[in-house]
């Protein structure tokens, strides 16, 4: 039983670092797009209409070009 308990405590010790490392890395990611945009002089220009929901032709080219950078 205790050796059950302690494998259940490193597969969970080890999921939750994953997670951790994920959560960074989406940070990370996130924080890239959030200053293309905020770069830009009129930031809601990359939504249709200029109302923030879906990104227009503009803004889905600003993303491709932060992921491929």
Same mark, same amino acid.
């Given at each position: ?5 302690? #494998? ?7 999921? #939750? =670092?994953?997670?951790?490392?994920? =959560? ?44 491929? #950078?």
């Amino acid at each position: 039983m205790r050796e059950e308990k302690s #494998s259940l405590l490193r597969r969970y010790s080890d999921f #939750s =670092q994953g997670l951790l490392e994920r =959560q960074t890395d989406i940070d990370q990611t996130l924080s890239a797009y959030v200053e293309a945009f905020q770069a830009q002089k009129v930031p809601v220009a990359l939504f249709p209409f200029r109302r923030v929901g879906h990104y227009n032709i503009a803004g889905h080219q600003l993303v491709a070009e932060e992921i491929v #950078s």
